[in-house]
């Protein structure tokens, strides 16, 4: 079992930055393949980036791309997603998400484990 907990949310305006954290319970974490996905209000859930176990793979959603950055330090199991050039549609509640086939899926249904969420407000 794996427990993850999200941190690192907040209120920032428009142009701003935020790196969040996960950090997983566990022995197995550094095997696990870790997702960011987010979810707005009134909207599906949707992925936004993925790193594999050994962290030389990643995925990320082409409205992110060159914007936010994965990253994990398996030592801390802990996974980061830094956020730079926010826009206020990327207002959600964000949700770290931990898989054990060790890839960086895109596919929600592939994680086993996810958190509870952490807000992220981006005012205009």
């Known amino acids: 079992q794996v427990q993850l907990e999200e941190s690192g949310g907040g209120l920032v305006q428009a142009g701003g930055s935020l790196r969040l954290s996960c950090t997983a319970s566990?022995?197995?974490?550094?095997?696990?393949?870790m997702g960011w996905f987010r979810q707005a209000p009134g909207k599906e859930r949707e992925f936004v980036a993925a790193i594999s176990w050994s962290g030389h793979r990643t995925n990320y959603a082409d409205f992110v791309k060159g914007r936010f950055t994965i990253s994990r330090d398996n030592a801390r199991n802990t996974v980061y997603l830094q956020m730079n050039s926010l826009k206020p549609e990327d207002t959600a509640v964000y949700y770290c998400a931990g898989e054990s086939w060790g890839t960086s899926h895109v596919l929600a249904s592939v994680y086993d484990y996810w958190g509870q969420g952490t807000q992220v407000t981006v005012s205009s």
């Open positions: 566990g022995r197995t974490f550094s095997t696990y393949g």
